[in-house]
């Protein structure tokens, strides 16, 4: 899968995922809201990665430079809200702001990649290199699921130990 589709198709699977999470705030399913909020954090956790490992640096280029630095600050950000949500108990209302903050924070992230970061990626790289560099995202999202609850890795990459 071509690099952009595989990061366009991660976004949508996380938007998901939080409009999941909304529709749950009236179940008081503390257990489930846990559940989903894990499976976002593993999701967000593989995306940050494979973007920081392999379409960061790989893309890296006079034009996209500023736009990939921002990124990186705006993971960082994410990675701490992250860590701190999976240290409040689920369906609580500070599980909920916290969880909305998350996701203005993405959505602001997702917006800013897509509507700029991208296009200038596909301008300068040729399909060729994008598919070879999808190959390479993809194997590292594999090897990541395969290991299990990626969300973990966000804890070490942030003040919030377990």
Do not use: C, W
Not at 127 to 148: F, I, Q, S
């Amino acid at each position: 899968m071509q690099a952009i589709d595989m990061l366009k198709q991660q976004h949508r699977e996380v938007e998901r995922l939080f409009d999941k999470i909304a529709e749950g705030q009236d179940e008081q399913d503390p257990e489930g809201m846990r559940r989903t909020f894990n499976q976002l954090a593993d999701a967000l956790a593989i995306h940050a990665t494979v973007e920081e490992r392999h379409f960061y640096p790989s893309v890296k280029a006079k034009d996209t430079e500023p736009l990939l630095e921002h990124s990186v600050e705006e993971h960082a950000a994410q990675k701490s809200l992250l860590a701190e949500i999976m240290h409040i108990g689920a369906a609580t209302e500070a599980f909920f702001t916290k969880v909305k903050e998350l996701q203005d924070m993405v959505e602001e992230h997702v917006g800013a990649e897509e509507d700029h970061l991208f296009p200038a990626v596909e301008k300068i790289f040729d399909e060729e290199k994008l598919d070879a560099l999808g190959d390479d995202m993809a194997a590292t999202e594999a090897e990541l699921r395969e290991a299990g609850a990626p969300r973990t890795m966000i804890r070490e990459e942030s003040a919030h130990p377990e």
